[in-house]
């Protein structure tokens, strides 16, 4: 199955709170699986990416945890800001290709 | 910062008509990559290149859709007989290495179709 299924589709955090988002895939041949921000009128910007040999990835405010097992995703923003509000990907890519597969996108808005 | 630069910004054209889409990438990269995401959908692959060549495609990208590298710095994306469902956001990327994910994309070009 090449599909990566995200959620929630949409998510309201005020500022300084936590955001989560979640993706689940079914391709055991997948590793690596990056996730993308992108602001309106804008291309997706890479923002962090994990492979699946590490649980844990942390950049800044932003920290990626995977799960090999549930084949699961996660991207946590700690003490999220209002120039956090866009919309995030994950996205994932195997072995043998260089095309990524995008999950169904996040609309995060962070009031402050 | 060099970026992936794509023009037009917004293209609106007749259905059947051809549209040709235009990219430039950053200079040392040598992948070369096409997505679409239609209004309020997932982003899309479509095909990725290099070496004067396509390395993969997507079901998506059928008879009518081509791509080349006419001058060596442009990298374009020509769709023969547009039809409505075109209509979407195509976005070009680009990368030093043939991972995807390390891809730089452009802002892309709205392709309205009418």
Known sequence: QQQVKQSPQSLIVQKGGISIINCAYENTAF??????????????ALLIAIRP??????????TISFNKSAKQFSLHIMDSQPGDS???????ESYNTDKLIFGTGTRLQVFP | EPEVTQTPS????????????????????LYFYWYRQILGQKVE???????????????????QF????????????????????DSAMYFCASSVTNQGAEAFFGQGTRLTVV
């Open chain 1, 31 to 44: 590793d690596y699986f990056p996730w993308y921000q992108q602001f309106p009128g804008k291309g997706p």
């Open chain 1, 53 to 62: 040999d590490v649980s844990e990835k942390k950049e800044g405010r932003f």
């Open chain 1, 86 to 92: 866009a919309t995030y990907f994950c996205a994932a």
């Open chain 2, 10 to 29: 917004h293209q609106v054209t007749q259905m059947g008509q051809e549209v040709i889409l235009r990219c430039v990438p950053i200079s040392n990269h």
């Open chain 2, 45 to 63: 692959f479509l095909v990725s290149f290099y070496n004067n060549e396509i390395s993969e495609k997507s079901e998506i990208f059928d008879d």
């Open chain 2, 66 to 85: 081509s791509v080349e590298r006419p001058d060596g710095s442009n990298f374009t994306l020509k769709i023969r007989s547009t039809k409505l469902e």
